[in-house]
């Protein structure tokens, strides 16, 4: 799978794992404008190659992280200057579909946090699906230090992941959370010394999950997604419906027949 040139990303692929780097380190890589259409031109063509029903899966799972000291340290505040509210109304939903986009995504990503997570950042790890970060990262919605809020979806997600107290102090506060203080408060899934051993940690995950059936992995992530936060019973259902749905797939069948075998499946990917 090959990916154009970003003026703001870099792409790399190894073993189905895609990783995309936001590559803007003289700003901390904040959310430009221009950052923002390259993660939706490259969200688009990982969705395209994905959303396809031959089987193939080039990309198992796909890291998302950043360049330098920051992970992204949030929208970018020179551009905000001169934005009018009819003009950030229009950011904020353009970075909504961005975050939708990554949870559409039929693949889990995982945001590998090696620095800054500030803002605009800590909602574009939250909007995916596991977050591991290296000790030199840090997590925060500062938007009222700046006389915002969240925009980002930081207002949704955030207590989602932290709880409704923690995270009504953080928005409220503005302040940031080291790395340890976000796993104990359950943002971060795992922590890593250094930012190689997060981005191998990352990998290692993926390749776990490039073992399983790519039908059901999608799947599953469609089912969390889709059942988040609804009552247990409507949740319930919708779970009912994907079990219904994976007795279809073609990798149902050879997962049940080779574990039988006692061989290791080959899963068609459908
Ligand atoms: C017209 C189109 C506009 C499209 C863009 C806007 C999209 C809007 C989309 C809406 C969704 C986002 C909504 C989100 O909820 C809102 C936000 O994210 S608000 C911003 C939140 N982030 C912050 O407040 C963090 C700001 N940064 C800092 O506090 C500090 O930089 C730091 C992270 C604590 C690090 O401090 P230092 O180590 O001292 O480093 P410096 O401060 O010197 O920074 C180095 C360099 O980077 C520049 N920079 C840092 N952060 C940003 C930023 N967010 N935007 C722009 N530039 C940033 C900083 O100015 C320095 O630059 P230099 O002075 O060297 O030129």
Known sequence: ????????????IRDTVLTITVNRPDALNALSSRVIE?????????????????????????????????????ADIREMT??????????????????????????????????FALGGGCE???????????????FGQPEVSLGLVPGFGGSVRLPQYVGPGLARELLFTGRRLDAGEAQRAGLVTALFDTVDDLLDG????????????????????RTLIATLGLPTDEGLAIEAESFRT???TEDKAEGTRAFLAKEHPSFPGR
Request: aromatic fraction near 6%.
């Open 82 to 115: 001169a934005m009018s509210p009819d003009d950030a109304h229009a950011y904020s939903s353009r970075m909504h579909q961005v975050t939708l986009a990554i949870e559409q995504l039929p693949v889990p990503v995982i945001a590998a946090v090696n620095g």
């Open 124 to 138: 574009l790890a939250m909007a995916c699906d596991v977050i591991y970060a290296a000790s030199t990262a840090s």
């Open 202 to 221: 990352a990998h290692s995950t993926l390749a776990l999950v490039a073992r399983q059936s790519p039908a059901a992995v999608a799947l599953v992530k």
């Open 38 to 74: 390259d993660l939706e031109h490259c969200l688009d063509a990982v969705s395209d190659v994905l959303t396809n029903d031959d089987g193939a899966w080039p990309v198992r799972g796909v890291i998302i992280t950043g360049a330098g000291k920051a992970f992204v340290a949030g």
């Open 246 to 248: 994976a007795f279809a």
């Open 1 to 12: 799978m090959q990916f154009p040139a970003y003026a703001t990303l870099l792409t790399d």
